[in-house]
Nanobody, 117 residues
Framework: QVQLVESGGGLVQPGGSLRLSCAAS????????MGWYRQAPGKQRGLVAV???????NYADSVKGRFTISRDTAKNTVDLQMNNLKPEDTAVYYC???????????WGQGTQVTVSS
């Protein structure tokens, strides 16, 4: 019932910035968190940042101080502002919605972020 569409990925030089956006469509009820995960080749998918329905946020240690997640609950969107990008940030970034009442996860198709000089 939920579809997520990401946008904003691309190629950027080290030290540059990029803003990812995710728009959710479909019916969502109750409490749910929205966030971003990433997966680099040969590595496990891991949490980048998440914002709960109550507004609390969590970030991976590797992105603290550089990335900022922002959620617009009314619009069912979540953005990820990425500053001071590093080559190790290169990955496919996935938007995620987790509905707590059903323990259901919904994923976007992923958007490629490449940081290279």
């Amino acid at each position: 019932q939920v579809q997520l569409v990401e946008s904003g990925g691309g190629l950027v030089q080290p030290g540059g910035s990029l803003r990812l956006s995710c728009a959710a469509s479909g019916s969502m009820f109750g409490f749910y968190a929205m966030g971003w995960y990433r997966q680099a080749p040969g590595k496990q998918r891991g949490l980048v940042a998440v914002e709960s329905s109550g507004g609390s946020t969590n970030y991976a240690d590797s992105v603290k101080g550089r990335f900022t997640i922002s959620r617009d609950t009314a619009k069912n969107t979540v953005d990820l502002q990425m500053n001071n990008l590093k080559p190790e940030d290169t990955a496919v970034y996935y938007c995620n919605v987790r509905v707590f009442t059903t323990s259901s996860n919904y994923w976007g198709q992923g958007t490629q972020v490449t940081v290279s000089s």
